[in-house]
């Protein structure tokens, strides 16, 4: 069965989109712990990040550099933390979560509640800052 990544890869489910190339998708992360908080994924599902083709491990992080700096100069913030855990989602994936102080890594922390239009306007703004 498609993960919920692939069929937000193929738009059976909506999405945030940040940015996409033949390999990579980009898109927000629905429950953000930060605003900006942007997810990476490579578009062949694989469960896990460690079995990737070091190729596609390797893209992927390429991909998500490019991602990182289009969100770096949409939302303030002092570096964009990279984070992998993939204890939810069976796609892996890289987080991509603006940071001002290292407290703010914590994951099990109340997400983030925006409204659709504020999703949509950070996802415009991180698209069009994306090179
Ligand atoms: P992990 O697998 O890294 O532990 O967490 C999966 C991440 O994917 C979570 O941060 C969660 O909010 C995000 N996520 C789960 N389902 C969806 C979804 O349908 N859309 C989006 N945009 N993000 C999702």
Known sequence: MASIFSKIICGE???YKIAEDDRYFAFLDINPIAKGHT???PK???DYIFDLEDAELAGLHI???RVA???EKTVPCKRIAVLVSGLEVPHAHV???PLNREAEINVT???LKLPHEEMQEIAEKIRSNFE
């Open 13 to 15: 489910i909506p999405s």
């Open 39 to 41: 997810l990476v994924i």
């Open 44 to 46: 062949q599902e694989t």
């Open 63 to 65: 991909f998500a550099k």
């Open 69 to 71: 700096q289009a969100v």
């Open 95 to 97: 987080h991509l979560i």
């Open 109 to 111: 922390a109340p997400k």
